[in-house]
């Protein structure tokens, strides 16, 4: 009579009972892919994908081709680099390594680990390599920045999905190169062989938002209209993203309400950073409000939203308030960022003093940012002495920050201290740093000159 199976697995168990004959591949495989994503804390002693194939080969289970693409699901850091080969040397010894879905698994592990040219040397190797097959090697040169290589991948591929044109959109939008992106997009409306998914005009809209156009944004907006898609949550928080970043923050808030109850966290965190980043404190305290009467916990990107807001309205109480409600009540532990907001909207208030008070209770060392914020504090107020250990502080952390030089010769200047100044215009040339010209752009009939 065959044992039932929860009667001799035990996740919880040190030893886990796997050693029963009736357990198959089928429920070892599935283990595997269990304890790559585990939906529930680790136990302890917690097993690792890689302990339960050992012990796998231990009892001589057979293998089969699902075993090896579950195990390289755990390998994702140049950290298990090394580990990745050891397993693709296993697919070698087990005659796995001819195998398409083990091959598209190897060539995803070694994209995962920034091994662009193994995942290379794997795909060469392939007879005839399927779509997946193309789709992982494409990929992978487009995380790398290859355009030009994933480019003429994606030419010589005998077929294409919507994988496929997603991901090399994905490559030119983020790499910064938006223009190709949309040429890209017109020839795979032209082929009209593929139909664009809410991943692609995602991709379209962040194009979008890099670019800063709106006309732009809102041609993609019609698009999805065009196409017959429902605006659901991830794309609706998209659009919400690309107007308010786009200067239309009306548009942004029309496609908010018009979500209505599919809006989560991630869609009313874009409204909130949206209303902070025109100045719509008080609009932005209030949809803060909602959220937490809705029962949506807010996270620390929505108090940056909410933090940044105070800022602008220089609302230092009620910054205070929502720094503090932070641990107290969501338990959240404030970042480098948000201490930054804090320090800014002490500064921007005049309170000097409170801000040097919260930069040394830090937890951690101020970076950057944190000086930056106290520098624009003190340029408000006319502290030339704070001015002065802010930009020492933020030249000695960025040697080539050409601003941070130039702020503090004029301070020397200020202060009458002119051989500070000159000084400090010598270290720049001994440095070899230069002054980065200043840069506008305009959006004209649709372009951005």
């Known amino acids: ?58 009892h001589a289970v057979p293998l089969d081709f699902y075993t090896f693409p579950f195990l390289l699901q755990s390998i994702h850091s140049p950290q298990t680099l090394q580990l990745g080969r ?142 017959g898609m429902e605006i659901n949550v991830v794309l609706g928080t998209s659009l919400i993203e690309m107007y308010a970043k786009c200067g239309s923050i009306v548009r942004a808030r029309l496609v908010f309400e018009n979500l209505g109850p599919k809006r989560d966290l991630m869609a009313w965190t874009a409204m909130i950073s949206g209303l902070a980043m025109h100045g719509h404190w008080e609009d932005c305290l209030s949809l803060f409000s909602n959220m937490v009467e809705t029962r949506v916990r807010p996270d620390d990107i929505t108090f940056l939203g909410v933090l940044s807001a105070c800022v602008h309205g220089g609302l230092v109480s009620e910054g205070k308030a929502m720094f503090e409600r932070m641990s107290k009540e969501f338990g959240i532990s404030p970042s480098v960022q948000h201490y930054g907001c804090m320090i800014d909207l002490y500064g921007r208030a005049g309170l000097i003093d409170e801000a040097w008070n919260l930069l040394n209770t830090m937890p951690m060392e101020p970076d950057v940012l944190i000086w930056g914020a106290l520098l624009s504090g003190a340029r408000i107020c006319g502290d030339i002495e704070t001015c002065e250990i802010a930009l020492n502080k933020i030249i000695e952390q960025d040697p080539t920050n050409s ?21 400090i215009r010598d270290l720049m040339e001994t440095k070899r740093v230069k002054k980065v010209p200043g840069l506008s752009s305009i959006e004209v009939d649709g372009r951005i000159h």
């Not at 030893?15 to 804390?41: E, G, K, M, Y």
């Not at 680790?42 to 080969?57: E, V």
């Not at 779509?131 to 992982?136: G, K, R």
């Not at 503090?408 to 201290?417: D, E, P, Q, T």
Request: hydrophobic share 40%.
């Open 403 to 423: 601003a941070a030089y130039v702020l503090l010769s004029n301070v020397y200047a200020k202060m009458g201290r002119w051989k500070d100044a000159r000084h």
């Open 1 to 58: 009579m065959k044992v039932p199976t929860r009667k001799l697995i035990s996740l919880t168990h040190p030893s886990l009972n796997l050693w029963h004959p009736t357990i198959d591949s089928f429920i070892w495989n599935n283990l595997i892919r269990a304890h790559v994503q585990p939906t529930h804390p680790p136990t302890r002693p917690a097993h690792t994908p890689l302990s339960i194939f050992l012990r796998m080969c231990f």
């Open 86 to 227: 050891s397993i693709h040397s296993q697919t070698l010894i087990f005659g796995f390594s001819s195998d398409s879905f083990v091959q598209t698994s190897l060539i995803s592990m070694y994209t995962t680990c920034g091994d662009v040219g193994s995942a290379r040397k794997v795909f060469d190797e392939m007879p005839q390599p399927d779509l997946p097959s193309w789709n992982s090697i494409i990929n992978a040169n487009v995380k790398a920045g290859l355009l030009s290589v994933a480019r003429e991948l994606f030419v010589k591929m005998p077929s294409r999905n919507v994988i496929s044109w997603s991901s090399m959109l994905d490559g030119y939008v983020r790499w910064g190169q938006c223009e190709e992106a949309f040429e890209l997009f017109g020839q795979m409306k032209e082929e009209n062989k593929v139909m664009p998914n809410e991943y692609t005009v995602s991709i379209l809209l962040a194009a979008c938002e890099q670019l800063g156009s709106l006309e732009h944004g809102k041609w993609a907006h019609t698009h999805v209209y065009k196409l």
